[in-house]
């Protein structure tokens, strides 16, 4: 019976494995890079840093955070909504035991690991910082910084043992009160145009339009800011961090208090 | 001739993906399958830079190597190493 089963698992992957190589060589067949910009990189290329035709201008050199952020932001912050919610919900299933000490009393791994991995923190964080804070001139932005930073207190939690949240000065509430915050300024930092010009402005204006003289600042000291853009990747890196954050610090927890959250399910209530 | 070059070495870490994703797949040790699956995700990074989107490659290293095997270690850790 194995042998059969061993069989159809052998042929059923070398024919998965040839469909794919087969659709890989047949791919290749034409050029890998296109020669060419097609018309619509163009018309975004042409107009997220025009500085001489402002008329359409973002003030980010990077294309993609300037269609993610301005051109499409209604969008970017529609995937926020959505990604706030599922944590929320993440949450909701563990309501009772939220914010509790665990009892168990770990003592993590052994020095060597510690001392290693409290060095790699501070890279880690740094990396996850700067990928956020330059999301307007190099590739990557909030998400990609706070999920990249959130590396580092999920590694923390498991080297140093989960009793480093019980003693973290980043507590539940702290977390919770800093992730609502920031998804309040990202609204904010949307309707900041239309408060101030009394209505005439846009939701989600970065730069100044031809009947809305609003203007996010477009340059820091001397580097291209791309006006709101970098605050909403600042604001986008907080709220993901902090949520990555929540999703472990309840996933860590041990046995005795999980176990609580499904009691009585048996009885059906 | 660069694009031969770049097509070769997407077409050879592909190849090596597939061992690793096969491997994964008949191990036991679950533990080892998460390695393997992140070893794999690795190279998945690599061709999403070989194929210039360095956006998707920053966020994918990110979770698929550091945030999920690690969510699934800790699940491993519940539910038993061996199958």
């Given at each position: 019976m194995s042998r059969v089963?061993?069989?159809?698992?052998?042929?059923?992957?070398?024919?998965?494995?040839?469909?794919?190589?087969?659709?890989?060589i047949t791919a290749s067949q034409g050029e890998i890079l296109p020669r060419t910009t097609r018309s619509l990189a163009k018309t975004f290329l042409n107009t997220t840093y025009n500085v001489i035709d402002r008329k359409f201008w973002t003030a980010s050199p990077e294309a993609v955070a300037a269609i993610v952020?301005?051109?499409?932001?209604l969008d970017t912050f529609y995937e926020t909504i959505v990604f706030y919610t599922a944590i929320i919900s993440c949450l909701m299933l563990y309501r009772d035991i939220l914010g509790k000490p665990d009892v168990t009393k770990g003592e993590g791994l052994s020095v060597?690991?510690?001392?290693?991995?409290?060095?790699?923190?501070?890279?880690?964080?740094?990396?996850?910082?700067?990928?956020?804070?330059?999301?307007?001139?190099?590739?990557?932005?909030?998400?990609?910084?706070?999920?990249?930073?959130?590396?580092?207190?999920?590694?923390?939690?498991?080297?140093?043992?989960?009793?480093?949240?019980?003693?973290?000065?980043?507590?539940?509430?702290?977390?919770?009160?800093?992730?609502?915050?920031?998804?309040?300024?990202?609204?904010?930092?949307?309707?900041?145009?239309?408060?101030?010009?009394?209505g005439r402005g846009y939701v989600f204006q970065n730069q100044n339009k031809e009947f809305s003289v609003f203007s996010y600042p477009s340059l820091l000291i001397d580097v291209p800011m791309g006006g709101s853009i970098w605050f909403y990747n600042l604001f986008e890196g907080i709220a993901v961090f902090t949520a990555f954050y929540l999703a472990f610090r309840t996933i860590l927890y041990s046995e005795a208090i999980s176990l609580i959250v499904v009691e009585g399910e048996d009885r059906g209530f | 001739m660069l694009e031969t070059v770049i097509f070769?070495?997407?077409?050879?870490?592909?190849?090596?993906?597939?061992?690793?994703?096969?491997?994964?797949i008949s191990t036991r040790d679950l533990l080892?399958?998460?390695i393997y699956s992140a070893v794999q995700s690795t190279l998945y990074a690599f061709l999403m830079y070989l194929?210039?989107?360095?956006?998707?490659?920053?966020?994918?290293?990110?979770?698929?190597?550091?945030?999920?095997p690690l969510i699934t270690i800790a699940l491993l850790k519940k539910v038993g190493r061996y199958e």
């Open positions: 089963r061993e069989a159809v698992f052998i042929t059923l992957f070398l024919t998965v494995v040839s469909l794919i190589v087969l659709a890989t952020w301005d051109y499409r932001g060597v690991v510690k001392r290693a991995n409290a060095i790699a923190t501070v890279g880690i964080i740094a990396v996850g910082a700067s990928t956020i804070l330059h999301g307007m001139i190099t590739p990557g932005g909030g998400f990609q910084g706070g999920a990249i930073a959130a590396v580092a207190p999920v590694v923390l939690l498991v080297v140093f043992s989960r009793n480093l949240i019980d003693r973290s000065r980043l507590t539940y509430r702290k977390s919770i009160v800093l992730r609502n915050l920031a998804i309040l300024s990202i609204v904010l930092t949307a309707l900041l145009p239309v408060l101030l010009s009394a | 070769s070495i997407i077409g050879a870490v592909s190849l090596v993906s597939i061992v690793f994703v096969a491997l994964a080892k399958a998460v194929l210039m989107a360095p956006d998707i490659v920053l966020v994918y290293v990110a979770v698929s190597v550091g945030l999920l």
